[in-house]
């Protein structure tokens, strides 16, 4: 248990669907980042929020939307996502500087049809 | 572009072997490098090295950084079957290095098993 929770952990969507991913971490950490991870693939990293501002958009396509309401929960909103998509996404969290130990959530495994 | 190369892909070992790990990088501006551990999914933090030369200890896991040749390796002594995982190393940038200067460049990751 890492302080770092992931919901939820599994996830099956159609291409037409709208679900959204939440991460919390019960840490007091400043910054949260968002990964995936495909098979055989590195970790990517996706999006990364420091203080709430968003500090870091690698390029992802806009069908991934995150939010940021404060700085224990951090949202991935998905929206009319394609095969591709299907990949674990991990949620991490760190304090102060960014990229400091980094603490990983145990993801959510997302299938899409 | 950022590039991190990690050798080898897989490695197989038995129990009490020793174990070098090692990653290459080529990240722009480079701050440090980090490792972690990949048992089922979340990957769980190992060192983070921003010094060359300066070997960091954790039991029986160590790590040194070589920013002249822009490589680290990680060994593990004494080898046990809960040290089978992937191991991941990361480079990063400098803060405030410019466009991307947040980006995290990961290798793909050694899978190491050890057998009994």
């Known amino acids: 248990e890492t302080g770092v929770t992931q919901t939820p952990r599994h996830l099956v969507m159609g291409m037409t669907n709208k679900k959204s991913l939440k991460c919390e971490q019960h840490?007091?950490?400043?910054?949260m980042y968002w990964y995936k991870q495909s098979a055989k693939k590195p970790l990517e990293l996706m999006f990364v929020y420091n203080f709430k501002e968003q500090t870091e958009n690698n390029s992802v396509p806009s069908r991934f939307s995150p939010e940021c309401p404060n700085s224990s929960h951090l949202f991935l909103h998905l929206h009319t996502l394609q095969p591709e998509d299907s990949a674990l996404y991990l949620c991490?969290?760190?304090?102060?500087?960014?990229?400091?130990?980094?603490?990983f959530g145990p993801g959510t495994r997302l299938t899409v049809l | 572009e950022d590039k991190v190369v990690q050798s080898p892909l897989s490695l197989v070992v038995h129990e009490g072997d020793t174990v070098t790990l090692n990653c290459s990088y080529e990240?722009?501006?480079?701050?440090?490098l980090l490792w972690y551990k990949q048992e089922k999914k979340a990957p769980t933090f190992l060192f983070m090295l921003t010094s060359s030369g300066i070997e960091k200890k954790s039991g029986r896991l160590s790590s040194i950084l070589d920013k002249k040749e822009l490589f680290s390796i990680l060994n593990i002594t004494a080898t046990q079957t809960g040290d089978s995982a992937v191991y991941l190393c990361a480079g990063i940038p400098q803060e405030g290095s410019g466009a991307g200067s947040y980006q995290l460049t990961f290798g793909k990751g050694t899978k190491l098993s050890v057998i009994p």
């Open positions: 991490a969290s760190s304090q102060g500087q960014t990229y400091n130990e980094q603490f």
């Open positions: 990240v722009t501006n480079f701050r440090s």
């Open positions: 840490l007091g950490h400043n910054a």
